[in-house]
């Protein structure tokens, strides 16, 4: 026994309910890769983040002391926001011999070949009196 088809009951075929799944599918995946990429740039940022106050409180300790290093590398760790960072400074003289420029590199410790921050600045040395 077969019905008559009319054009009130007439609705979508398998083929192109699959074809709009698989579509769907395919945004959606996009869509989680888009989310993953953003979550995992974050966390690059904040250490960046961290690693340029690292920087930025070892130029402000050596100009608060008033420090004059002697020329050549110093090396060091700090701890913030919970990560343990690794320092490198490299003081080398200027023409002004009344100033050393002072490079600051930040790393993290378990890859302290990838530099997060690269930081400079100089150090004045004062009369004394």
Same mark, same amino acid.
């Given at each position: 026994?077969?019905f008559p088809k009319s054009r009130s009951q007439?609705?979508?075929?398998?083929?192109?309910?699959? /074809?709009?799944?698989?579509?769907?599918?395919?945004?959606?995946?996009? !869509?989680?890769?888009?989310?993953?990429?953003?979550?995992?740039?974050?966390?690059?940022?904040?250490?960046?983040?961290?690693?340029?106050? /690292?920087?930025?409180?070892?130029?402000?300790?050596?100009?608060?002391? =008033?420090?004059?290093?002697? !020329?050549?590398?110093?090396? =060091?760790?700090e701890v913030q926001a919970g990560l343990k960072f690794i320092w490198d400074e490299k003081?080398?003289?200027?023409?002004?011999?009344? +100033? &050393? &420029?002072? #490079? /600051?590199? /930040?790393?993290? #410790?378990?890859?302290?070949?990838?530099?997060? &921050?690269?930081?400079?600045?100089?150090?004045?040395? +004062?009369? &004394?009196?």
């Open positions: 026994m077969s007439r609705g979508f075929t398998l083929l192109e309910s699959l /074809v709009a799944l698989a579509i769907l599918a395919i945004a959606l995946a996009a !869509v989680l890769r888009a989310t993953s990429a953003s979550t995992n740039h974050v966390d690059a940022l904040r250490l960046r983040l961290l690693a340029d106050w /690292v920087a930025q409180n070892r130029l402000a300790l050596h100009a608060g002391r =008033g420090d004059w290093l002697p !020329v050549g590398t110093q090396q =060091g760790n003081i080398s003289s200027t023409p002004n011999p009344a +100033f &050393r &420029r002072i #490079e /600051v590199s /930040v790393a993290q #410790e378990n890859d302290p070949q990838h530099a997060l &921050r690269h930081l400079s600045g100089y150090l004045v040395q +004062f009369p &004394r009196r």
